[in-house]
């Protein structure tokens, strides 16, 4: 079954007003899916591997969790203008992500090593717990609300992330340690932190965080002048 063979029947290149639901179906490809929804669109529970044939507009969420995804690559998707969840799938990067999300992204509970492809900046939560990743390179670097990273293999915060609107969440990673000091030579900013060291919040860092930040901003400066040949004395 496809899911021109649903109730919904082919809507390829088509308009489709309202939320389209095609869960607990054994689908395994999207072909005859319209082009633009008015509304959601969820495709979860099924045997999906590929989103090719999705929606190219999605003016809800997009849910296509618990499927079998490997990869986003070939997706139509150009623009959710709500959440996007890709969780309980089998992916392993998020290289060729839809680019235009406009609020949470959800992509826990995959075999994700890597945050290569998430948008570098989330306008709502982003969710990444349960999966395999070791450290924070070439994630997101601003998020809106939450950023939840727990449960995870982390040995590091070092990565692209610097500001988090409400809470970072790095619980129940056994092999991060120091975790104070991280966030603070990391430099990422958020009201609250809950970590396996404790839970805190920014007051609670913000001196250490904003002298180190000058440490950081002097050291910067400094090899910038050397580059260019140039002294500060």
Known sequence: MKFKDTRYGDLTNKEYIGNVDVTFLDI???????????????????????????????????????????????????????????????????????????????????????????????????DCKFNNLTSLENSSVKVKNNFDCSFNKLKSLKGNLVFVGEAFDCRNNLELKNIKQQIIENQIQAKYYYTDEGDFTFEKIKKEFEEYGKIIKEKNLNKNNINYGLSIY
Do not use: H, Q
Request: charged share 30%.
């Open 28 to 126: 395994p490809l999207l072909e005859g899916s319209p082009k633009i929804v008015k509304g959601d669109f969820n495709c979860s529970y099924n045997e999906i591997k590929f989103l090719k044939f999705s929606p190219e507009i999605i003016e809800g969420n997009f849910d296509c969790s618990y499927n079998k995804v490997e990869r986003l690559k070939k997706n139509n998707i150009k623009k959710i203008k709500g959440d996007f969840n890709c969780s309980y799938n089998k992916l392993k990067t998020l290289e060729d992500s839809p680019k235009i999300i406009e609020r949470d992204y959800i992509c826990k509970n995959n075999e994700l090593s890597t945050l290569d492809g998430v948008l570098k900046i989330i306008n709502g939560n982003f």
